[in-house]
């Protein structure tokens, strides 16, 4: 799983059927290589994410195994709202 942040949104009008009644949320990692270069990509939102929300993110097969996901094409999907991120016993997020 990725950490990231809840940046934006896509909104697509012409998209796969399976696609049809999920939010597309643009997600920037929180730490690591790719929150350096900027990247940003698109999840799927299983759990109601707003903007600027701290999210759990499942890649690549995983993102496809919850009910909601079903047999939506998607390799990333945000999959919990975090509350709070302890990193070596420092709190470093909290809601």
Same mark, same amino acid.
């Given at each position: 799983m990725r950490l990231g942040t809840v940046v934006g949104q896509v909104v697509?009008? =012409?998209k796969d059927p399976a696609l049809a009644g999920f939010t597309l949320l643009l997600i920037e990692d929180v730490d690591g290589p790719a929150a350096h270069a900027g990247s940003v990509y698109v999840a799927i939102? #299983? &759990?109601g994410a707003g903007d600027g929300e701290v999210v #759990? &993110? =499942?890649t690549g097969s995983a993102a496809r195994i919850s009910q909601a996901a079903?047999? =939506?094409p &998607?390799?990333?999907a945000v999959v919990a709202i975090a509350d709070t991120v302890i990193r070596r016993g420092d709190i470093t997020y909290s809601k």
């Open positions: 697509s009008t =012409a939102d #299983l &759990v #759990l &993110v =499942a079903g047999q =939506a &998607v390799d990333c």
